[in-house]
């Protein structure tokens, strides 16, 4: 049986420390969606332009970024229909009385406390007792 590595609690408060101090990593890459995400107004200019799906493929293939004419179509859709979720959602909220608005932000607001100072509670009491 192996003996269970002990760790004390000045060490894990240095390392809680530490790992808040870290930066967000920024990765060289992105997935496909993302980067068509990114150039998704350009794309549509183009598109207005009289290009086609294949032709925008074969500029970006250009570059050594390889996706297809269908997929550039598939991700754009996906973007649209992303974008007219969050208007519909953002013209129901908008469309609400003020009342409701203030009512709800209260109620999320105090149910948001509530849950924070749980949590500290909690998170204390096992900090204390190493469980």
Do not use: C, W
């Not at 207005?48 to 550039?72: C, F, V, W």
């Amino acid at each position: 049986m192996r003996k269970q590595q002990r760790i004390s609690k000045a060490k894990i408060t240095k390392a809680i420390d530490t790992l808040k101090a870290l930066n967000k990593k920024e990765l060289d890459d992105v997935d496909a969606h993302k980067a068509i995400k990114n150039m998704y107004h350009q794309i549509q200019h183009v598109l207005k332009m009289g290009y086609n799906y294949e032709e925008i493929s074969e500029t970006l293939a250009g570059l050594d970024i390889h996706i297809s004419p269908q997929r550039i179509k598939y991700f754009l859709a996906q973007i649209r229909k992303s974008k007219k979720k969050k208007s519909q959602s953002k013209n129901q909220v908008d469309n609400k009385p003020i009342e409701n608005l203030v009512d709800s932000s209260e109620e999320q607001n105090n149910n948001s406390t509530i849950d924070t100072a749980k949590s500290n509670q909690k998170r204390h009491r096992t900090y204390a007792t190493g469980t």
